[in-house]
């Protein structure tokens, strides 16, 4: 069975631009979600999803992010446009079920670095 | 807020032998679960061991357990017989066990870089 895939792996663009983060989670996972390392902190929680619909939102940190899962399937997450402050490690994450102990599955991250 | 601190950024250990890393979290919440992630250079994060705080006993899997003070609000990680394979960064993490708002909110540590030497 495969994991939770990201794409791309790695990314570097310029101050202003703007960048798509994928996201696949692992087949039949209805909750996903989406968190961030910049450098030296902590991994932060940005949003989750139930099915298609944002259950949580309360981690995104301003309006140049956006996330969507159109259909309940892969997700997207874009910045734009991309500030310096944006640079780290983006996880995309699932699990299958909503009980709260249940375990969530990670994807490797992608990296992004705003020059 | 919940919060989680691992006061080691970095740790050490001989192949073979133990580690124990720490990690400490406040809470005003009595139900919660507690959990050790592991991310090897360049590979997924991957969950260790899992604690439900109304469990008294330690949580084990193999060469890894947990030494839970659930008074102290202490969550560490001993790693046993330690493998070059171990190498890599280690965070704890904390999640409500309450339902409705945040209840998808992992809440990490910073994590600790953990080397083997063989």
């Not at chain 1, 899962?69 to 402050?85: D, F, H």
């Not at chain 2, 406040?26 to 439900?52: A, G, H, N």
Request: glycine fraction near 8%.
């Amino acid at each position: 069975e495969a994991g939770v895939t990201q794409f791309p792996s790695h990314s570097v663009i310029e101050k202003g631009q703007t960048v798509t983060l994928r996201c696949d989670p692992i087949s039949g996972h209805d909750n996903l979600y989406w968190y961030r390392r910049v450098m030296g902190k902590e991994i932060k929680f940005l949003l989750h999803f139930v099915k298609e619909s944002k259950q949580d939102e309360s981690g995104m940190p301003n309006n140049r992010f956006l996330a969507e899962r159109t259909g309940g399937t892969y997700s997207t997450l874009k910045v734009q446009p991309a500030e310096l402050e944006d640079s780290g490690v983006y996880f995309c994450a699932s699990s299958q079920e909503r009980w709260t102990g249940n375990t969530i599955y990670f994807g490797e991250g992608s990296w992004l670095t705003v020059v | 807020a919940q919060t989680v601190t691992q006061s080691q950024p970095e740790m050490s250990v001989q192949e073979a032998e133990t580690v124990t890393l720490s990690c400490t979290y406040d809470t005003s919440e009595s139900d919660y679960y507690l959990f050790w992630y592991k991310q090897p250079p360049s590979r997924q994060m991957i969950l260790v061991i899992r604690q439900e705080a109304y469990k008294q006993q330690n949580a084990t899997e193999n060469r890894f357990s947990v030494n839970f003070q659930k008074a102290a609000k202490s969550f560490s990680l001993k790693i046993s017989d330690s493998q070059l394979g171990d190498a890599a960064m280690y965070f704890c993490a904390y999640r409500s066990a309450l339902y409705g708002g945040s209840q998808g909110n992992l809440i990490f540590g910073k994590g600790t870089k953990l080397s083997v030497k063989p």
